[in-house]
């Protein structure tokens, strides 16, 4: 159980383009789902933390305008990286919790990002 | 407050133990452990959420000292399969709550 799927697994694009990524639990419901940005050897940093039904919370630093987040249902969360640059390349990955940060988050398989 | 993981790197022989530590500034309410391997996604291992708390999941298992702040993870007899990036992930008594991962402690396992 806890399944997380991601899709794509990996995308090229060129800069200026909108990339698009989905992050869906599989076999159960998700209150709350996240986004996270990981760099070559580099830890896990969250970006937002997403809500069905609300607006999404953005870390510090972290652009709305640039990452757009939406959680249409309990079972899906898109994060959209508009006008992409070169530096917004990176490994992008989400988890889902039945029941909000104080439970186990469920790791999607990520997203690989890479502009050109 | 990312917390803190030692050793950063660690190189054993299979069927050697590891003991990867991880200390927080700041009282915890849970400690949660993932293993990520190379260009994958971190996999779930253990939440420890009471104080004093101590887990085990086959040959790994972790304990949680609240009154330090710092959790630590054992690794016992160690496979192969073992290999790959460990990462601590906190959530703070107060302030936002939101899992805040540690740098992540690397464990090579040579046969």
């Known amino acids: 159980g806890a399944v997380v799927s991601q899709h794509p697994s990996r995308v090229i694009c060129k800069s200026g383009t909108s990339v698009k990524i989905e992050c869906r639990s599989l076999d159960f419901q998700a209150t709350t789902m996240f986004w996270y940005r990981q760099f070559p050897k580099k830890s896990l940093m969250l970006m937002a933390t997403?809500?069905?039904?609300?607006?999404?919370?953005?870390e510090q630093g972290v652009e709305k305008d640039k990452f757009l987040i939406n959680h249409a249902s309990l079972t899906l969360s898109t994060l959209t990286v508009t006008s992409a640059h070169p530096e917004d390349s990176s490994f992008y990955i989400c988890?889902?919790?039945?029941?909000?940060?104080?439970?186990?988050?469920?790791f999607g398989p990520g997203t690989r990002l890479l502009v050109l | 407050q990312q917390p803190v993981q030692s050793p950063q790197a660690v190189i054993l022989r299979e069927g050697e133990d590891a003991v990867i530590n991880c200390s927080s500034s700041?009282?915890?309410?849970?400690v949660h452990w993932y293993r990520q391997k190379h260009g994958e996604a971190p996999v779930f291992l253990m939440i420890l959420l009471k104080g004093g708390e101590q887990k085990g999941h086959e040959k790994i298992s972790a304990s949680f000292n609240e009154k330090k702040q710092q959790s630590s993870l054992y690794l016992t007899a160690s496979q192969l399969s073992y290999s790959g990036t460990y990462f601590c992930?906190?959530?703070?008594?107060?302030?936002?709550?939101?899992?805040?991962f540690g740098q992540g402690t690397r464990l090579t396992i040579n046969p």
């Open positions: 700041k009282a915890l309410y849970s």
């Open positions: 988890s889902a919790t039945l029941a909000g940060v104080l439970e186990t988050q469920y």
């Open positions: 997403s809500n069905e039904g609300s607006k999404a919370t953005y």
């Open positions: 992930g906190t959530v703070s008594v107060q302030g936002a709550q939101k899992l805040v």
